[in-house]
């Protein structure tokens, strides 16, 4: 819930920025994109040990389907919403597989 109490939607998936001790920038952990259903508040969070793989590969691919709009407020906000091209970090995340 957002501070309006209003029920909080899942837009996509975003990784945690962050950087290792040689200044590079990393792929760090997945993250939830969310939209406030009231107010259009945006927030990022952090999956839950609970949180279903399949539900969550399921926002990450409607989430490709976002329109241009919603694409670009989340970009002035520098928010990366995960691409196509991310799918293997994604799934790999998800699912456990290591990344060469």
Do not use: W
């Not at 539900?55 to 919403?81: H, K, Q, V």
Request: charged share 25%.
């Amino acid at each position: 819930m957002s501070a309006c109490k209003a029920i909080m939607q899942p837009l996509g998936l975003t990784v945690k920025p962050g950087r290792n001790k040689y200044g590079q920038t990393t792929c760090g952990e997945l993250m939830l994109i969310h939209r406030c259903d009231a107010c259009g508040k945006l927030s990022i969070n952090r999956l839950a040990a609970d949180d279903l793989v399949e539900r969550l590969l399921e926002i990450y691919f409607i989430s490709l389907g976002l329109d241009t709009s919603t694409r670009r407020e989340l970009m002035l906000r520098g928010i990366y919403i995960l691409e196509h091209e991310d799918s293997y970090l994604v799934t790999s995340q998800l699912q456990g597989v290591r990344q060469i």
